[in-house]
């Protein structure tokens, strides 16, 4: 089993819908969770980063996360042509020096 | 906050010759580096951690003589490809870690595409 599940997509919605990326892990053991977005031909921006159960949020961006499931979602409203990116997950435990990442969602908000 | 540059952006080359990636962390100082390549529409493959003032940690599968780095800064890490062929023809990503182990996320560079003809 993979220490982390991300479906690749594609994934395209029109302008001004809701998103919803999510990524499942099975290790207890990770306790902080970020969200990053990709251009093609550039490197992962960091969007959010948590550390505990519940919501986060960042203008359109929410993130989400419910621990005792092993779950987590980013939400992105109002969405954008310029929303369309690859999103990629990732999860790190304390005291480790790796981050795992998710294979990546790729977006289309179609205008 | 927490930028980091990678220089260059995109680089060719032919087979046999060497080349040399920068990461900078510009705004904090990095212990810990990591150096990543990722495949067309694939995720970040780990190659190596870049440590400050000591030899860096590589991934099983990955060639230390091969893909050699060098951390002597704090906010200094480079990655040299020696002797480089058609198959090291890849996108290389570096990160820096802002904080502490545990309790701060990864900044990436912009990413360095390498061509070798």
């Known amino acids: 089993q993979k220490e982390v599940e991300q479906d690749p997509g594609p994934l395209s919605v029109p302008e001004g819908a809701i998103v919803s990326l999510n990524c499942t892990y099975s290790?207890?053991?990770?306790?902080?969770f970020m969200w990053y977005r990709q251009y093609s031909r550039k490197g992962p921006e960091l969007l959010m980063y948590?550390?505990?159960?519940g919501n986060k949020e960042d203008g359109r961006f929410t993130a989400q996360v419910d621990k005792s499931s092993k779950y987590i979602s980013l939400f992105i409203r109002d969405s954008q042509p310029s929303d369309s990116a690859t999103y990629l997950c990732a999860l790190h435990s304390s005291g480790t020096y790796k981050y795992i990442f998710g294979t990546g969602t790729r977006l289309k908000v179609l205008a | 906050g927490a930028v980091v540059s990678q220089h260059p952006s995109w680089v060719i080359c032919k087979s046999g010759t060497s080349v040399k990636i920068e990461c900078r962390s510009l705004?904090?100082?990095?212990?810990?580096m990591f150096w990543y390549r990722q495949f067309p529409k694939q995720s970040l493959m780990l190659m190596a951690t870049?440590?400050?003032?000591?030899?860096?940690?590589?991934e099983q599968g990955v060639e230390k003589d091969k893909f050699l780095i060098n951390h002597a800064s704090l906010t200094l890490s480079t990655l040299t490809v020696t002797s480089a062929h058609p198959e090291d023809s890849s996108f290389y990503i570096c990160?820096?870690?802002?904080?502490?182990?545990?309790?701060?996320?990864?900044?990436f560079g912009n990413g360095t595409r390498l061509t070798v003809t």
């Open positions: 290790n207890s053991a990770f306790q902080y």
């Open positions: 705004d904090f100082q990095a212990t810990t």
């Open positions: 990160s820096a870690r802002s904080g502490e182990v545990g309790n701060s996320p990864l900044h």
């Open positions: 948590t550390y505990s159960s």
């Open positions: 870049s440590n400050e003032g000591s030899k860096a940690t590589y």
